[in-house]
Antibody, heavy 124, light 106 residues
Framework: QLQLQESGPGRVKPSETLSLTCSVS??????????WGWIRQPPGKGLEWIGS???????YYNPSLKSRVTISVDTPKNQFSLNLKSMTAADTAVYYC????????????????WGQGTLVTVSS | SYELTQPPAVSVSPGQTASITCSGD??????TCWYQQKPGQSPVVVIY???KRPSGIPERFSGSSSGNAATLTISGTQAMDEADYYC?????????FGGGTKLTVL
């Protein structure tokens, strides 16, 4: 069973860039069965997908965040990362990393393992 | 933009059947997943590809899809099933989540 763990700052200032890392254990980030995704959840609200990356570097991003998001993968370290620039109070949320499992068409994939989440607060 | 619509809240008595619907214009052409999220915990997939149940998920959880709607059904609902449930589908290679349904077991 894959295990994922988010790491990064719990607080960022407005206009700064958020950088989070997800460490994967129990399997290889180079597995061809997985994409690796970031999802966030503002306090008391629903889930919002940020984007997903394949081990080879191919990415899908949420169009509403695409201009501010970069997701990258570090296969030697078995990690993938999220950078979200120009943070505002509206970006305050619990940020989850998750494994995105499937085969064939991208629409066959689903999030099968989630990290515990990390709360990021945007405040000066 | 494409949206998945869920009822904000559903109530059910213990032992009864709970049904949560998810509607969206393109659901008939794609798979739907369902996630359960209990307070303070990460989501867990309970149904994927419309009807499939991951290992470890009780048989009382089932999924179906017809037309532009998908349904999560919990038969013989237990108190431990009280949680938020989210449907998830796709729009032009974009992952879309429904707004979530709070299931209360009275």
């Amino acid at each position: 069973q894959l295990q994922l763990q988010e790491s990064g700052p719990g607080r960022v200032k407005p206009s700064e860039t958020l950088s989070l890392t997800c460490s994967v254990s129990g399997g290889s980030i180079s597995s061809r069965s997985y994409y690796w995704g970031w999802i966030r959840q503002p306090p008391g609200k629903g889930l919002e997908w940020i984007g997903s990356i394949y081990y080879s570097g191919g990415t899908y991003y949420n169009p509403s965040l695409k201009s501010r998001v970069t997701i990258s993968v570090d296969t030697p370290k078995n990690q993938f990362s999220l950078n979200l620039k120009s943070m505002t109070a509206a970006d305050t949320a619990v940020y989850y990393c998750a494994s995105h499992y499937g085969s064939g068409s991208w629409e066959n994939y689903y999030f099968d393992n989630w990290g515990q989440g990390t709360l990021v607060t945007v405040s000066s | 933009s494409y949206e998945l619509t869920q009822p904000p809240a559903v109530s059910v008595s213990p032992g009864q059947t709970a049904s949560i619907t998810c509607s969206g214009d393109a659901l008939g052409d794609q798979f739907t997943c369902w996630y359960q999220q209990k307070p303070g915990q990460s989501p867990v997939v309970v149904i994927y590809q419309d009807t499939k149940r991951p290992s470890g998920i009780p048989e009382r959880f089932s999924g179906s899809s017809s037309g532009n709607a998908a349904t999560l059904t919990i038969s013989g609902t237990q108190a431990m099933d009280e949680a938020d449930y989210y449907c998830q589908a796709w729009d032009s290679s974009t992952v879309i989540f429904g707004g979530g349904t709070k299931l209360t077991v009275l």
